[in-house]
């Protein structure tokens, strides 16, 4: 028997090698009940499944494993992955709790005289844990990656915060400790976790810790809140929204019924709240354009979602060639200083990192004025409202805040800074090779700031810091 499967895992293996999935799948079903446990083995097989589309008939197989067996968290980790394939937050949420609780701790390398101790909490339970079958890796949503770039001789220990007592005692488990940072940054997806995660900063925070961006302010992150404390501010143009909160079932007519009972005009942005990167998200240009099926795939008695109705604020500029132009500025507060990140500038109202690099390798007078916003902001924004951004973003209360953002005349011609979204989760693109250098250059100054920040409220004096620069 044993030679017949050693003869099934190798016949298995140069299937996956020559990219024969179907014939790969077939015969990794017979392996299954006795491999689960090679990490290698079960996520060739899991990528396999996804490949020919047989996410469903392998969940149920893996779901059947781990009720019958004891198994590691990885078989957990790959079940919430092809949960989230199948657009399963539900079963996604209910596999990384149990991972959660399992697998509490892990920690980056450890160096032996580290200055300073940082523990980062982290939610598993957003409903976005999501594996990569061709890297064969996992990413979860609703957490900052900041983290992953702190400076050598300091030790890092990310604790996933979902479970409050196992997440407690896994931080007194490491004794000492300088330092928490939340990077749970998602209050619409990670409601939970950063209920959770509050409690473990209070606790901790009563012993004397200094916590960096305390979840109390994260909460406060959500739209429709930051809306009604920065709309009317001095400089500051913040879109109007309105929220629809638990919306079950045909979200095309609840839509329909708020635009008309909040008297809102055409165009406007329709989004699930707790999406990011032009996910789930419309420009709605008239009545009978309506067309949300996407939001409806994920929509469901079980699996209420919140839906943002957004003021859409024309920000676009025609080029030379007469062209309509989109741009978008990001800078992040760290400390109490705010930094440029980048400008990205798109021939689509939605812009993002793709769209806008094609856009602006055709144009390089964008990457020019891009450089001189990296490396001087107000020569780019005017400063009373670069100042404006500051004040805003400091009244949020968290030390390290993002911001998207661009400049419109208001209806009585004054120019404002018109917000697009504040977040604690704009991700780090220190170690991406596909942007500009100005940008990473941008980026390792934020890094650098946030390293200071952790010297600063552990008490240690700052050295010359050594950076991870994993180029992908």
């Not at 635009?259 to 419309?282: F, K, T």
């Not at 400008?343 to 004025?369: G, Q, T």
């Not at 390290?400 to 917000?419: L, M, Q, R, T």
């Amino acid at each position: 028997m044993a030679d017949y499967l050693m003869n099934k895992y190798k016949e298995f293996n140069e299937k996956i090698k020559n990219k024969k999935y179907n014939e790969a799948y077939e015969c990794g079903k017979d392996l299954l009940d006795t491999c689960y446990d090679n990490s290698e083995f079960i996520k060739n097989f899991v990528s396999c499944s996804i490949f020919i589309n047989k996410k469903k008939s392998t969940l149920r197989k893996i779901n059947k494993i781990i009720k019958e067996k004891e198994v590691k968290p990885i078989l957990n980790k790959l079940a919430a992955g092809l949960a989230y394939h199948l657009k399963d937050e539900e079963e996604n949420r209910r596999h990384t709790f149990i991972m959660a609780k399992k697998y509490p701790l892990w920690r980056k390398k450890e160096y032996k005289n580290a200055k300073i101790k940082v523990v980062v909490l982290y939610a598993a339970t957003s409903g976005a844990y999501r594996y990569r079958p061709h890297a064969k890796d996992f990413l979860f949503g609703g957490n900052c990656n900041l983290s992953n770039f702190i400076a050598s001789d300091i030790n890092v220990y990310r604790v996933w915060a979902d479970d409050f007592e196992v997440a407690k005692k896994s931080i007194e488990s490491l004794g000492t400790i300088d330092v928490i940072y939340n990077s749970i940054t998602e209050p619409e997806k990670c409601r939970a976790a950063l209920e959770s995660a509050d409690r473990i900063c209070d606790y901790f925070e009563k012993k004397g810790l200094y916590i960096i961006n305390k979840p109390k302010n994260v909460f406060l992150t959500e739209r429709s809140l930051q809306q009604k404390q920065f709309g009317e501010k001095n400089h500051i143009w913040y879109p109007k929204n309105i929220k629809l909160f638990n919306i079950r079932r045909n979200s095309d007519e609840e839509i329909k019924k708020a635009i008309a009972e909040n008297n809102l005009s055409y165009p406007i942005i329709v989004r699930l709240a707790g999406y990011s990167a032009g996910n789930y998200m419309h420009l709605v240009e008239k009545e009978n354009s309506y067309n949300f099926s996407d939001f409806d795939s994920i929509i469901s008695e079980s699996n209420p979602k919140d839906i943002y109705l957004i003021e859409y604020v024309d920000v676009s500029f025609k080029n030379k060639n007469k062209e309509t132009l989109y741009p978008k500025y990001r800078a992040i507060l760290m400390g109490d200083k705010l930094y440029p990140v980048h400008l990205r500038i798109a021939k689509e109202y939605a812009v993002f990192h793709s769209n806008s690099k094609a856009c602006m390798d055709e144009n390089p007078w964008i990457i020019e004025l891009d450089k001189r916003y990296c490396s001087k902001p107000t020569d780019v924004i005017d400063r009373k409202l670069w100042k404006a951004i500051e004040k805003m973003l400091k009244e949020t209360g968290l030390d390290y805040v993002g911001i998207d953002f661009s400049i419109a005349k208001d209806i009585n011609g004054k120019e404002k800074v018109v917000v697009f979204e504040t977040s604690a989760g704009m991700r780090c693109w220190l170690d991406r090779i596909d942007t500009y250098v100005h940008v990473r250059i941008a980026w390792e100054k934020i890094v650098r700031r946030f390293c200071r920040l952790l010297c600063d409220t552990s008490g240690v004096a700052t050295w010359d810091f050594h950076l991870p620069r994993k180029m992908k």
